[in-house]
């Protein structure tokens, strides 16, 4: 095998080559293509069917970059910073202003409503509570009231509201005595700063009928039924007047005496409550059982004829 040059276009080939020279090649393969042109258009002069001449190939389309499929990664783009709770929050309110508005306002006036309507309260007990022990009324019934003068001092006398047969003195402290023609009759004992024979205004139904049981054998009478008035969380009624009561008893005879003691016990005021113009006096709170409490003592003369007992009984 030789390499030997074409003497018309002076181009190096291999001398095994059939074709040979290949620029020689290529213009034979020219005339060839000229004269196989000009047989076709003779054959279809002729009437001989025609050799189907295809187009030429078109280039494929790049389906990833322009087809209907998005491509395999996302372009990159800029980061966006996530907005603070606090700009959130702003956005929503902004965009929600008159609903929050109109919230706000429905929500303080059922606020305002509830305060208005709402009972109010205000501490104080009835009979009040004692904050210094009590002092004794060193009088008792059927003596002369000259010797509560000699250990209390003389009083000026007053007009019984109840009957004008009785001279009232009043003690102070809660403490009245009334008088038959210048003999005690009754004692009154209205406040828990004075103490009669341990009795005594505020204490306790238990504390009360320990004392009583010292005297004689204890007498329960009711007085007065009431049922309490609902007011907000407590148990009212409308006023001391109407609070329910029972009345403790005990008769004294010679020759221990010739009295008798009557303590009313009634529930212990807590408060006052009031709604709407509507005021009450609070005995507890709802649900909670009031405490019966000694209202008021008194000593009252069983020989003497005076208005609080029927006849006498002693001599």
Aim: net charge neutral; proline share 13%.
């Amino acid at each position: 095998m030789a390499i030997v040059r074409c003497p018309t276009h002076d181009i190096p080939y291999n001398d095994q080559n059939p074709r040979g020279c290949p620029a020689c090649w290529r213009d034979r393969q020219g005339a060839d293509e000229g004269g196989r042109v000009m047989r076709e258009l003779a054959r279809a002069s002729r009437g001989a069917p025609a050799v189907e001449v295809l187009p030429p190939p078109q280039p494929e389309e790049d389906v990833g970059s322009a087809g209907p499929w998005p491509p395999v990664t996302q372009p990159p783009r800029l980061p966006t910073p996530e907005p603070t709770r606090l700009e959130a929050l702003g956005k929503f309110l902004a965009a929600n202003a008159i609903t929050i508005t109109v919230v706000l306002l429905g929500a303080l006036t059922l606020v305002f409503i509830y305060y208005v309507s709402r009972p109010t309260f205000a501490e104080g007990y009835i009979p009040p509570l004692a904050t210094t022990d009590p002092l004794p009324l060193p009088i008792e019934p059927n003596t002369p009231i000259l010797g509560g003068f000699a250990l209390l001092g003389p009083v000026p006398p007053e007009i019984n509201p109840d009957t004008s047969t009785l001279a009232r003195y009043d003690f102070g402290r809660g403490s009245l005595v009334d008088v038959l023609n210048g003999t005690v009759y009754a004692i009154t004992l209205g406040s828990p700063e004075r103490t009669w024979r341990g009795h005594r205004v505020g204490l306790s139904e238990m504390q009360t009928r320990g004392h009583l049981a010292l005297l004689g054998a204890i007498r329960e009478d009711t007085v007065l039924r009431a049922a309490p008035l609902p007011m907000g969380g407590y148990e009212a009624y409308r006023t001391v007047a109407t609070l329910p009561r029972r009345r403790l008893s005990v008769e004294v005879r010679p020759p221990n005496g010739c009295f008798d003691v009557y303590v009313d016990l009634a529930p212990q005021v807590i408060g006052v409550a009031a709604r709407a113009g509507d005021t009450v006096v609070a005995v507890a709170r709802r649900g909670a059982a009031p405490m019966w409490v000694a209202h008021q003592v008194r000593v009252v003369s069983r020989a003497l004829p005076g208005p609080y007992a029927g006849r006498p009984v002693c001599q």
